[in-house]
């Protein structure tokens, strides 16, 4: 792939800054930065402004559809509940249902994972249960960009 | 093939600035391809092992740069510095460094949970790796009741935990035989050649060097010489080097000498037993400041306050009373290895002398801080295992043997933990200066 003009875009949507870096750094250390361009948001409202503009879009989401942040709040259903809505609103709209939604988050529960399958989304990742190299593997699957 | 590793006009200092400032790293600008099978070749104080350091973000370069996968490390932040070296590179050592207070496969498990991956998945993959690396029957084991070979093996599983694309070992080599120093070469092969991950290894022995790629000849913190290995040219190069260092003569005979030298050693040892739980650079540069005080280099006060200070100030940030503990155990260790090597000495001139008096000091000196009770019994067998240890009629691995098998079978009869910190506190005034046995230098 040509170096810079064709990287796919990853968008990451998850407020922990170790996380963030985590996500970003293995792509890197494993060689992927010729093919990838990571960009992090701590928020599903900045979120939405990269993905509606057609310049900042990306091939990829991976969101954490329960910040800590929103732990701390209370009402976890709440803003699950508002993760699922963003993808919804993604997958429902002609113009950005194209674009890959991978859960990347620490809930296991099973109800949850059936809800988003049935929005559509492109992956369940639970974080803690993937070496980096299987991160970094499972997005070449998704973009057939496989070294 | 693109290089996953770039130097460019690297240059690094030790303590710049002050009158023992040591330039460990001249000007160097090299190309590590991906995939390749790197060593650092030469005699010790090259700089071959600080370039490892500044290689896997370690010890900051003041001059140049390092490029891993075009980005340049010197700009990483702390945050990233610690991912980089939890899951970028993988690090075996000459004197293992595993926890001893872990099992085997806690060890192997540990580096996965640094970043974040849980304790369940750590454990299945840790497993993989220890079958991998033919160590599964010792999964519960701990770190003390495995032999030298089996413990590096652990070392190897451990650098491989977070599947790191560059695996750095610094003289992987160093305190292993040679049934077991093949076995970890052939490790080193397969890493390379089967799972394709870029392979840098410190050396100064030759024979070490028979499945390398390319072999940078250093000295006095300059490349002096590089060579790419063909399988023609394999024989030729490692026969060459060994015949090197087999005839040196001269200036080469003198760093030779100073590769083994026995102070180095034990600063190395003394490093990772007083800061156990601390990061590789700081007991890095702690072993440093160990090798200036013994050296005498530096007085105990100057190494007092060089301890002290904050680690961005050219000290190890060891708290106050850390700092003064550290200092008195070292000065300690100083006078014990001037008196254990006049006690060798009048051994060596005199096998059957009585070093009865000087081993009651030995006793009492590394029973300090020693909470348990022991018997006129015990303290008998005690001083007998010292006694034998120090005219090296038995090994460092026999005395924890000893230390820990109960009285009724001739042993002292400590815990396993104790006869094992013990064994460690003695090897720290031994370690070079025991009598020599024949036939062998050195015990098991």
């Known amino acids: ?147 | 093939m693109e290089p996953i590793i770039k130097l460019k006009n690297v240059s690094l200092w030790y303590e710049k600035g002050k009158p023992i400032e040591v330039q460990a790293l001249k000007n160097i600008t090299i190309d590590i391809t991906k995939g390749d099978y790197v060593a650092f070749f030469g005699p010790s104080g090259c700089g071959k092992t600080t370039m490892l350091y500044a290689i896997s973000g370690i010890d900051r370069f003041q001059e140049g740069t390092v490029l891993i996968n075009d980005r340049d490390i010197s700009m990483l932040t702390n945050q990233e510095l610690a991912i980089f070296r939890q899951t970028g590179i993988g690090i075996v050592f000459q004197q293992f460094n595993l926890v001893p207070s872990l099992t085997v496969l806690k060890n192997v498990a540990l580096p996965m949970l640094f970043v974040g991956i849980s304790s369940e998945k750590s454990d299945i993959e840790a497993r993989k790796l220890l079958e991998r690396l033919n160590l599964t029957e010792y999964a519960d084991r701990y770190p003390f009741e495995l032999s030298g070979g089996q413990q590096q093996r652990v070392g190897i599983a451990r650098a491989l935990a977070n599947d790191p694309p560059i695996i750095i070992a610094d003289e992987p080599l160093g305190n292993l035989d040679s049934v077991n120093a093949k076995k970890v070469l052939e490790f080193l092969k397969e890493l390379n050649e089967k799972d394709g991950r870029t392979i840098i290894m410190v050396t100064h022995e030759a024979w070490s060097l028979r499945d390398v790629k390319t072999i940078y000849h250093m000295k006095d913190g300059n490349i002096t010489e590089v060579e790419h290995i063909t399988p023609k040219t394999l024989a030729d190069s490692i026969s060459g080097h060994l015949n090197k260092q087999l005839f040196s003569v001269g200036s080469e005979k003198e760093e030779k000498k100073e590769e083994k030298k026995p102070e180095s050693i034990s600063a190395h040892l003394l490093a990772n037993f007083l800061l156990r739980g601390y990061s590789m650079d700081e007991i890095n540069r702690f072993e440093f400041l160990v090798n200036e005080r013994f050296d005498d280099k530096i007085n105990s006060k100057e190494f007092h306050q060089l301890i002290n200070k904050p680690y961005k100030d050219g000290g190890v940030g060891l708290w106050k009373k850390k700092a003064e503990r550290v200092v008195e155990y070292l000065e300690e260790v100083i006078d014990q290895r001037k008196d254990i090597g006049d006690i060798c000495r009048s051994i060596e001139n005199k096998p059957e002398v009585s070093i009865f008096d000087e081993i009651q000091g030995i006793r009492k000196w590394l029973l300090e801080g020693y909470t348990g009770e022991l018997s006129s019994d015990k303290i008998m067998a005690l001083d007998q295992v010292i006694s034998d240890r120090i005219r090296n009629f038995i090994s460092k691995e026999q005395v924890v043997e000893l230390l820990d098998l109960s009285t009724n079978k001739f042993g002292v009869g400590l815990s396993f933990r104790a006869a094992q910190t013990l064994s460690e506190k003695l090897e720290l005034i031994l370690e070079g200066i025991l009598v020599k046995k024949e036939n062998d230098s050195v015990g098991k």
């Open chain 1, 1 to 147: 792939m040509d170096k810079n003009k064709n990287r796919r875009k990853i968008l990451l949507i998850d407020d922990d800054e170790m996380m963030q870096i985590y996500f970003r750094d293995i792509f890197w250390i494993h060689g992927r930065n010729d093919f990838y361009e990571i960009n992090m948001v701590s928020s599903l409202a900045e979120a939405e402004k990269i993905v509606r503009d057609v310049k900042t879009r990306p091939d990829s989401i991976f969101l954490d559809v329960l910040m800590s942040s929103n732990k701390k709040g209370g009402a976890p259903a709440y803003h699950i509940a508002r993760s699922l809505e963003f993808i919804s609103k993604i997958k429902n709209d002609k113009e950005l249902s194209k674009i890959n939604i991978i859960i990347y988050s620490g809930q296991k529960e099973q109800y949850l994972k059936e809800a988003a399958l049935e929005l559509g989304i492109d992956g369940y990742l639970i974080k803690g249960e993937l070496m980096p190299r299987e991160i970094v593997e499972f997005t070449d699957k998704i973009h057939g960009t496989n070294n």
